[in-house]
């Protein structure tokens, strides 16, 4: 049994709090946050831009409460720290845990700066517990049967990526700190930062970055749309943001071309994942569940069954944070490409 203490219960910690109270493997022993009714349970008011599929109702009478971070990484009966807090914090704590010797999951994105990053990574590799970042798309059923089938070779090589993920402006985070860029980011760290990380799942890390972007609510850069030049000729073309209108319906979506087959698919349209070739049109088969649901699953079996994770590692995070970095840097110079080192 893994026993989870969860720091955070906004939108993404209620998820994760009602995805571990479905799972047999794991127990969520402590909770921690500012807000004491919602250490107490109480999740109403609580938003997000899409449905998680988690939920309340769990007894919490066994359930040990805390409004500081320091002491629930403390408890003993922690062997998971699941870190949900504003972004600016993920660094901190994630570090703090580790010393600790938990086991560390760390919501995406991994920090703000590549500098962080590496700071994290460094408590990792030295820590005796696991550590992973929530980058669920890798675990999204669609993203992640495309994956395996662009891996296989079957589809001959890989062309051109085109990912897209845009949303209405969140208003639901306490304090609003999602619209505060210097804690958040804004949209082309906590949302486009999705497609980067699974564009680079597909073809490792590019060379050259071009960007332009227009700056939105957050005072950053909230609608962001990439070029990415990968080696051995493959294209990606990424775009994300969060400044349309309210009722806005969330959309994400690909289509990933290969020289024997293109894979696409398009949340709004309710229409199952396709491989679309010459000679016709294929479904293929998707597994239950969501990419949240997955992503805790896979962790708490790798806790399990000790075996350290190797999907959203501290370096594969880090890489999409230097690339986020770079589209920043090449928007506010109109554009001008940016070459990514090692």
Excluded at 37 to 61: H, P
Excluded at 282 to 292: A, F
Aim: aromatic share 8%; with cysteine; glycine share 10%.
């Amino acid at each position: 049994m893994v026993r989870v203490g969860i720091i955070g219960l906004g939108f993404m910690g209620t998820a994760h709090f009602g995805y571990y109270s479905a799972n047999p493997k794991a127990r969520i022993v402590a909770l921690c946050d500012r807000i004491e009714a919602r250490r107490e349970g109480d999740f109403s008011g609580i938003g997000g831009n899409l449905s998680t599929g988690g939920g309340s109702g769990v007894d919490l009478s066994k359930v040990a409460s805390y409004s500081d971070p320091a002491k629930l990484i403390a408890d003993p009966n922690v062997d998971l720290v699941d870190i949900c807090l504003p972004t600016d914090l993920h660094a901190k704590w994630a570090i703090a845990a580790l010393k600790a010797g938990k086991h560390v999951i760390n919501e995406k994105p991994m920090a703000l700066t590549p500098a962080d990053c590496s700071k994290v990574a460094a408590a990792a590799a030295a820590a005796k517990g696991y550590y992973m970042v929530a980058q669920c798309i890798r675990f999204w059923p669609e993203y992640a049967v495309a994956k395996e089938m662009v891996a296989s070779g079957k589809l001959g090589k890989l062309k051109t990526i085109m990912l897209e993920r845009v949303a209405n402006t969140p208003r639901y985070s306490v304090e609003n700190w999602l619209q505060d860029h210097q804690r958040s980011g804004g949209a082309t760290f906590d949302l486009h930062v999705h497609d980067i990380d699974y564009a680079n799942y597909l073809a490792g890390v590019p060379s050259y970055v071009s960007a332009v972007g227009i700056k939105g609510p957050s005072g950053g850069f909230d609608h962001m749309s990439a070029h990415l030049v990968y080696p051995k000729g493959v294209v990606a073309f990424v775009r994300g943001g969060w400044t349309y209108p309210n009722k806005w319906a969330f959309e994400m979506a690909f289509t990933i071309e290969c020289e024997k087959g293109t894979l696409h698919w398009r949340m709004t349209s309710g229409q199952p994942l396709q491989l679309i070739a010459d000679t016709g049109i294929e479904t293929p088969k998707v597994p239950e569940g969501n990419g949240w649901s997955l992503e805790l699953k896979y962790l708490v079996d790798c806790i399990a069954s000790r075996k350290r994770p190797t999907i959203a590692t501290a370096k594969t995070s880090r890489d999409a944070i230097r690339v986020v970095e770079a589209e920043v840097k090449s928007a506010s110079a109109n554009g001008k490409a940016i070459k990514l080192g090692k």
